[in-house]
């Protein structure tokens, strides 16, 4: 396996990890500041980067992912400890948490990001809102969404269905049926060889 034509062997483990950033089902979360939750296993300080500087790249990273709403409420804002394992600290609502994330990925800035269910407790506004703002987060990036949900899926540019060997790429998920329905299934051959019936009859 290569990256940008390097063989990842040859790459660190940190190097390799810091490309990378991944968005779970179950946000993870830190007993630390709203803004050290953000912050956490980002980008060290850039050249001539301050910690003013730095405070506001995490702002902005709570506005891109829309975090900074719920931040705002918060009774210390930023500075406010997130989590109730401390005296004085204040819990988030799970769709909260998520917006956490995002904005730690934001923050982040790694060129590929893995997706995996993030939205399953959403809401269908939520939902609609956080994909809005993810796309604007993997612009110009590589996005690798792991889901088996429609409005999830339908944001992709390529679909891939896992439910068998080997894999099959799909295509387009514009031309892919209605929520509710599977996007592709698969079928016997006259050869006995398994192939994929996609919307619209077609096979590959």
């Given amino acids: 396996m290569t990256w940008d034509g390097v063989d990842v062997r040859e790459l660190s483990l940190e190097a390799l990890r810091s490309r990378i950033t991944i968005l779970f089902q179950e946000p993870v979360t830190y007993h630390d500041t709203a803004a050290e939750n953000i912050a956490i296993g980002g980008r060290p300080l850039e050249a001539g980067e301050d910690e003013m500087a730095r405070r506001a790249a995490i702002e902005a990273a709570a506005q891109?992912?829309?975090?900074?709403?719920?931040?705002?409420r918060l009774p210390q804002g930023y500075d406010t400890v997130l989590g109730t394992m401390f005296e004085g600290g204040t819990d988030l609502g799970t769709g909260e948490w998520q917006r956490i994330a995002l904005a730690r990925a934001f923050y982040r800035r790694a060129p590929v990001v893995v997706l995996a269910e993030p939205t399953s407790?959403?809401?269908?506004w939520a939902e609609a809102d956080w994909l809005a703002r993810?796309?604007?987060l993997v612009a110009g990036r590589t996005a690798i969404i792991i889901t088996h949900r429609f409005t999830t899926?339908?944001?992709?540019d390529v679909i891939?269905?896992?439910g068998g060997w080997p894999h099959r790429r799909v295509?387009?998920?514009r031309g892919a049926p209605r929520p509710g329905r599977?996007?592709?299934s698969f079928v016997a051959g006259p050869d006995d060889r398994r192939r994929i019936r996609c919307?619209?009859?077609g096979r590959k």
């Fill in 121 to 124: 407790t959403m809401d269908s």
């Fill in 153 to 156: 899926a339908r944001y992709a």
């Fill in 134 to 136: 993810f796309r604007s």
């Fill in 64 to 72: 891109a992912a829309g975090a900074d709403g719920p931040i705002s």
């Fill in 160 to 162: 891939h269905v896992m």
């Fill in 182 to 184: 599977p996007l592709c």
């Fill in 171 to 173: 295509g387009d998920p």
């Fill in 199 to 201: 919307p619209g009859g």
